[in-house]
């Protein structure tokens, strides 16, 4: 399947992933803990929104970049799923 916006594929293993994100988070200084990370990814791994086992519904982002980031939040349009989270 290919993006809308452009001729690249959507989908994406979860090694392809993890290495995608492991190269952009080293340029990110404010990330959150690892029991935050991984109670942020239980959320999402639970999102009817979530696609391709990788992919926010809502932003197109992949969520292990997103959750792992402190400024993020979850971009659910009724409210961030993320706030009981601490």
């Known amino acids: ?3 809308k916006g452009c001729s690249a594929s959507v989908r994406h293993t979860k090694e392809e992933v993890e290495a995608l994100v492991s190269e952009q988070l080293a340029l990110e200084p404010d990330l959150v803990t690892e029991a935050i ?18 992919t926010c519904g809502y932003c197109g982002c992949f969520v292990a970049f ?7 939040k979850c971009p659910d349009p009724t409210g961030s799923k993320w706030l009981a989270i601490t």
């Open 37 to 54: 990370y991984q109670s942020r990814m239980q959320i999402c791994e639970q999102c009817p929104n979530l696609q391709y086992e990788t």
């Open 1 to 3: 399947m290919a993006c």
């Open 66 to 72: 997103r959750a792992k980031l402190a400024y993020k």
